[in-house]
């Protein structure tokens, strides 16, 4: 009896030095995370997600972000590095490039060419003809990008882009959502907002301190930023001109799941993904790091786990709710965004399905809306668009 109960205290002893004293790589930073409202008010849950429909990626998965063409077909990243192009009303998919790395973020310029963030190689650019060209690495003062994530593009073909973290990269994390996921439990805030002007082949931070910097979208007049900061359920816009230029306000705190892409939709609204309903108990332990520390040491499965839950909201550039879908069963779930179709669609990513999920025309009780040209008011000036 008295070997046993040795046994017992040695397991005891090394189960507890392992949860305080093993190394891991996180140094968790503590933060007082708001009281969780859950699905109420603008947020009330919903199915409004239940009918949405499919097209299979043909053995690609992860579909994170997408944007419509001037042809009228939708363009999504998808985890294997490959850039698909997809016709909504043939259902057809094909794959068109490859970055070779992890693109997470695609937005159309002015110019017609598609520019791409990867988690893995920085920021480039797709031609017309498929060609995949290398933009930038790092900054123009050597500092290196280490997770480029979502971008748009301005009206003069200016790019903005997020690198989310200087610390996690998905490389060297084994993943893109691994490297969010211990960015997101330290807390670090070393996120950043980038700036590429092709004009001057410069790439420079305008930002910086966010917890995991992920969704970016530019106002119809390029006069502001919105940016989610996944780590603290936030939606942050950063003045670009007028009175306000490099004013960085909050207008959405307090989330009820983690902020993923942006998207415009129009008139000066974005569709934001929700990737994932927030935890409780992660939540519990924001001013608790040596906790985390010891949660963090725990095996994968043991740790607290992104839930299925699909949600997508569109809101304006105040931050005011508009609308919000959701579907509590969680059939196509981990959703980074939404954005228009070509023919009234609304089209909704996600980090790891093998399909991209729409809504058909009239899901917004509408038989049509108008195709929602990525700057359609510079196309037209070039003659792009008529």
């Known amino acids: 009896m008295k070997s046993i109960l040795s046994l017992v205290a040695v397991i005891a002893i090394a189960a507890a030095a392992y949860l305080t004293l093993w190394p891991v790589p996180i140094e968790p930073v503590a933060w007082s995370a708001p009281k969780d409202g859950g699905f109420a008010g603008a947020f009330s849950t919903n199915n409004r997600l239940a009918d949405l429909k499919f097209i299979d990626l043909a053995g690609h998965q992860g579909p994170v972000d997408a944007a419509l063409g001037l042809d009228g077909r939708i363009y999504t990243a998808t985890r294997d590095g490959s850039i698909v192009r997809i016709d909504l009303e043939t259902g057809s998919s094909e794959q068109i490039a490859s970055t ?225 879908l959701q579907d509590p069963d969680g059939k196509y779930a981990l959703n980074t965004g939404a954005l228009p179709g070509p023919n009234g669609e609304l089209v909704v990513t996600s980090l790891t399905e093998p399909r991209l999920g729409y809504l058909e025309p009239g899901w917004d009780k509408c038989t049509k809306t108008p195709p929602n040209w990525p700057h359609a008011a510079a196309r037209q000036a070039s003659g792009l668009l008529t």
Do not use: C
Request: charged fraction near 25%; charge should be negative; aromatic fraction near 8%.
């Open 100 to 324: 070779g790395g992890r693109p997470m973020g695609i937005e159309f310029g002015p110019d017609d060419r598609l520019f791409i963030t990867d988690a893995l190689r920085g920021l480039m650019v797709m031609e017309k003809d498929g060609k995949i060209i290398h933009l930038a690495d790092r900054t123009s003062d050597g500092s290196p990008i280490t997770y480029a994530n979502d971008l748009d593009v301005s009206r003069t073909g200016v790019v903005y882009f997020t690198d989310s973290s200087d610390k996690f990269t998905a490389a060297g994390e084994g993943g893109a959502l691994e490297a969010s996921l211990l960015d997101t439990m330290e807390q670090g805030r070393t996120g950043r907002i980038m700036r590429y002007d092709p004009a001057r082949g410069e790439t420079v931070v305008i930002a910086r301190g966010l917890s995991f910097a992920n969704g970016i979208a530019l106002s119809d007049d390029d006069s502001y930023l919105l940016v989610t900061e996944t780590g603290t359920y936030t939606v942050w816009r950063l003045w670009l001109s007028g009175p306000k230029v490099a004013t960085f306000e909050p207008v959405v705190l307090n989330l009820p799941g983690y902020p993923d892409n942006l998207n415009r939709a129009g008139d000066n609204t974005f569709w934001l993904g929700l990737a994932s309903p927030r935890s409780g108990s992660i939540d519990a332990l924001s001013d608790q790091p040596f906790l985390r520390k010891m949660v963090q040491r725990l095996p994968a499965t043991m740790r607290p786990q992104l839930q299925r839950y699909s949600m997508v909201v569109r809101i304006d550039g105040n931050g005011n709710v508009l609308e919000t």
